[in-house]
């Protein structure tokens, strides 16, 4: 779920943490119908990787992870909601991805990974402001493998007015959260978006970064 609007392929909205009684599987169908197309724009850094292990955290109803697994990459997708998870599975069935696809259902402030990855995606699910959010951005900094590389968008508190304060994120605040977690930042940007459902232009910050060769990565 997006922080914009209901059944669109993002898992968390305007903070889970903060909303723990909203039915966040409510707005999934469970059967691969609500699987929205994939980000081009978070999955650009990946297309001159060669395929290895991806995370997409937050992976909603899995358009970015079914993506990811077409072009050779084996994906770990983590998603709060069951019926996100259920949509994702029903769409690597439907394309015969099943044995390139991981997927549990957990939420992304206390989920860990198991293995390092080559890549990590974060497509508008970050949690709130708090200790959820910060959990979050130290999992996707930790996963990655020695030169993997972290693609994050999430929508600009700096120009959206319709979300509670903390929901949304700023550039600075990433750029400095991952710098701090050992990360380079090889591209930050706040940029206009389309707007998933509706006609018209939504406000993001996206964020590359990269972790040094010379960084110890999650091992098994």
Known sequence: MTHDTPATDHAHGP??????????DDLYTGDGSDTAD?????LAPAHDLPPGR??????????????LAERGWRVTGVDLAPRAIASTRAGACARGLVDRIEL?????????PRTAYDFALSSYALPPRGPGRTATLATLAAALAPDGTLAL???DE????????????TLAELTEAFTGLGLEIVRATRQAVP???????EHAVIVVARKPRDTLGVTG
């Open 153 to 155: 968008g999430e929508w």
């Open 195 to 201: 707007r998933i459902q509706h006609p018209g232009e």
């Open 15 to 24: 903070g889970a943490a903060a909303h723990p009684d909203f039915a966040w």
């Open 104 to 112: 549990a259902v957990a939420d992304s402030a206390t989920w860990r």
């Open 158 to 169: 700096e120009v959206c007015d319709w979300a509670e304060p903390g929901d949304l994120a």
């Open 54 to 67: 991806a995370l997409d955290l937050g992976c909603g109803a899995g358009g970015n992870a079914l993506a």
């Open 38 to 42: 994939p980000d081009p724009m978070l």
